[in-house]
């Protein structure tokens, strides 16, 4: 409390008005699965883009599991369910989205399924993360810049741009005595002086570059250029200095220990055990053979007419470098257990990297209800029961999250029925069947491949939250992208499916591919519907995210009347809203926390107790007219 010594006038902020609650958001997707590239733990990257994803995780090309032991190089092709759920999820509307990569690796090496080019022993590059992905080709181009050796004013040799820890190209232009061999040298510093060295000749100063025009000095950079396997494309990363201890040196940037994250997600590759001065590492990386390309790309036009015949210009390719990183391996099939991931190595994986990011709501995991080739039916109906039950497990632990399940491909009505029948969860809602869309890795645009339909009804939630609110159930909703399904069904088959809790997609005539079911699985009839499970986990959270105020405050009326004020006009905005049904407040909702809701226990204990109580809209799922004849003499 403040004190009030001396006479004169206070002026106070105090606020007499109710703390307010910030509905959270219910669009943040989060998706667990084998991705072509990209990290494979730690806490996942926001995307707002399927560019973004491509940057990171590659991009739509199909990935090639590990089959049988770990000594076979047999592989299975499969389509990449991951990618093209990403994509449909921003397709249909979605625009915050989560990844997490699972991987499973095919040895017990440290670097298992990592693309990997010896430039010498142990030396070499190797890619950032492990995948088929990473055997790309890298072009390290060679530039190099006019002469920069000049006199000034007392005509003193002078480098001109040049500074510490940068490489530089030596040309004589005449014979001199003592000679300074044509070559790489390394610029360093003693006091205020450069100097130039290298491996067979010691520091010496530039004052030696005398008469000046007797050379010329040229500054040596690197450009890289990396070309993605499935790719025929080149990308520029940058040019780079040669020395290590550069500020933009080559093998900084390239490194397996970035100082960013930014760097760490997107630079490809990284060098490993490198020479440590520019002229060693340029040497080591282009070959000494480079150094007469070099000298007939800085020589003046006069020397190379002086030749018999004229010495050429070396062309562009003779200036360039080309690795292609290979061993590259997309790991083994991921069981059940990688999905469901760890937190007790040195970062988190699978489903346990989504469990700290908050403001997630809808969990899905694209493809992992597939048919891989490499199992057996029974295996296979156990591995998606497995995983399954880690998504419920997951969204029932955290609470204020739901699960998005995929139905297996191929499956009959009896066979899908089947599968559901094994769970039961308020907290996630199984769509069937699977969806057909032009495959976008067929350049010549026929082929037609069968996608999960998470990653579509994942989009849909978040289209309908946005474009509707959540407590709209997301169905009667177009399916951006399809142009079919696995299996069209009619309505005497939905008729079997719906009461049990599968959602399914259905075709009519001139309304288009629609989603058309919105019930979760569970048994409880309270929770049938999937908008009013995750209507009640948005005010939920709401309420838990917006009274973390109260906490510690004196537990009295005064609280107690600022708590209701706080609630009840967050719920009059959701009825204003039509989230909730009633014509009046009263009718949509109460908020009660007095006595009547604490005992004197319950305060002794420092328990605040509010009673809050929500009239939810629910979907018209069902609409009837009811039609009968009518006589025209008959009153109203």
């Known amino acids: 409390m403040p004190e009030y010594l001396a006479p004169g006038v206070y002026v106070e902020e105090v606020s007499y008005r109710a703390k307010s609650i910030e509905g959270v958001s219910t669009s943040v997707c989060g998706f667990v699965g084998p991705t072509r590239y990209g990290p494979v733990g730690g806490e996942p990257e926001l995307l707002t883009s399927f560019a973004d994803f491509e940057r990171i995780y590659g991009g739509l090309e199909g990935l090639q599991f590990e089959l049988g032991d770990t000594t076979t190089t047999a592989t299975e092709a499969q389509i990449n369910y991951m990618a093209h759920g990403v994509r449909a999820f921003f397709d249909n509307g979605g625009s915050k989205l989560y990844v997490t990569r699972i991987y499973e690796p095919d040895s017990e090496a440290e670097d298992a399924g990592h693309a990997r080019f010896a430039i010498g022993s142990p030396a070499g590059i190797t890619a950032r993360f492990p995948g088929r992905a990473g055997n790309m080709r890298i072009t390290f181009t060679v530039k190099t810049s006019a002469n920069i050796l000049s006199a000034d004013l007392e005509e003193r040799p002078r480098l001109s741009g040049a500074d510490e820890f940068d490489l530089v190209y030596v040309h004589q232009l005449s014979i001199t005595s003592p000679p300074i061999a044509e070559g790489f040298y390394d610029v360093g510093r003693t006091g205020s002086q450069l100097n130039?060295?290298?491996?067979?000749?010691?520091?010496?100063?530039?004052?030696?570059?005398?008469?000046?025009?007797?050379?010329?000095?040229?500054?040596?950079?690197?450009?890289?250029?990396?070309r993605r396997a499935g790719s025929t494309e080149d990308e520029l990363i940058g040019t780079f200095s040669l020395h290590p201890l550069s500020r933009n040196a080559l093998t900084n940037y390239f490194t397996r220990n970035p100082d960013s994250r930014n760097r760490f997600l997107h630079v490809p590759f990284a060098f490993e055990d490198f020479p440590t001065s520019g002229s060693a590492l340029f040497a080591w990386l282009f070959g000494t053979a480079i150094d007469s390309v070099i000298d007939r790309s800085v020589a003046p036009d006069t020397e190379l007419t002086a030749g018999s015949p004229d010495i050429p210009r070396p062309r562009a390719s003779e200036l360039e470098r080309v690795y292609t990183l290979a061993g590259g391996s997309d790991g083994r099939l991921p069981t059940a257990n990688t999905y469901k991931g760890s937190e007790t190595g040195l970062e988190k994986t699978g489903l346990e990297t989504l469990a700290d990011l908050d403001e997630i709501s809808i969990v899905a995991a694209p493809g992992y209800s597939s048919h891989a080739n490499q199992l057996s039916a029974a295996q296979h109906d156990s591995r998606a029961g497995q995983i399954t039950q880690h998504l419920l497990t997951h969204c029932e632990r955290m609470r204020y999250r739901v699960a998005v399940l995929d139905s297996p491909d191929n499956f009959l009505l009896s066979e899908v029925r089947n599968f559901r029948g094994k769970f039961d969860s308020k907290y996630a809602a199984l769509y069937y069947p699977w969806i057909t869309v032009l495959d976008p890795t067929d350049r010549d645009g026929r082929r037609e491949i069968e996608l999960p339909p998470s990653g579509f009804v994942a989009g849909i939630y978040a289209r309908t939250d946005t474009e509707r609110g959540v407590f709209k159930a997301p169905a009667n909703e177009i399916a951006r992208g399809a142009i079919g399904f696995e299996i069209l069904l009619n309505k005497a088959q939905q008729d079997i499916l719906n009461p049990e809790g599968i959602n399914c997609f259905r075709f009519f005539e001139g309304r288009g591919f629609r989603?058309?079911?919105?019930?979760?699985?569970?048994?409880?009839?309270?929770?049938?519907?999937?908008?009013?499970?995750?209507?009640?986990?948005?005010?939920?959270?709401?309420?838990?995210?917006?009274?973390?105020?109260?906490?510690?405050?004196?537990?009295s009326d005064p609280l107690w009347a600022n708590i209701r004020r706080t609630v009840e006009d967050f719920l009059f905005n959701e009825w204003k809203n039509g989230a909730l049904?009633?014509?009046?407040?009263?009718?949509?909702?109460?908020?009660?926390?007095?006595?009547?809701?604490?005992?004197?226990?319950?305060?002794?204990?420092?328990?605040l107790i509010c009673l809050v109580g929500v009239a939810v809209v629910k979907p018209a799922e069902f609409v009837i007219f009811r039609i009968g004849q009518w006589t025209a003499d008959r009153k109203v």
């Not at 491996?199 to 000046?212: G, L």
């Not at 909702?589 to 328990?607: A, E, H, I, P, S």
Request: proline share 3%; aromatic share 14%.
């Open 196 to 226: 130039l060295s290298n491996s067979s000749v010691s520091a010496f100063e530039v004052s030696r570059f005398n008469p000046v025009s007797a050379y010329s000095v040229h500054l040596v950079t690197v450009s890289v250029n990396v």
């Open 515 to 555: 989603l058309w079911g919105a019930r979760t699985i569970s048994s409880d009839p309270e929770w049938k519907y999937i908008s009013v499970r995750r209507y009640f986990a948005y005010l939920e959270h709401s309420i838990d995210r917006g009274t973390q105020w109260a906490v510690f405050e004196n537990n």
């Open 581 to 607: 049904l009633g014509l009046k407040p009263e009718d949509a909702f109460f908020v009660r926390c007095d006595r009547t809701t604490m005992t004197q226990n319950d305060l002794d204990n420092g328990r």
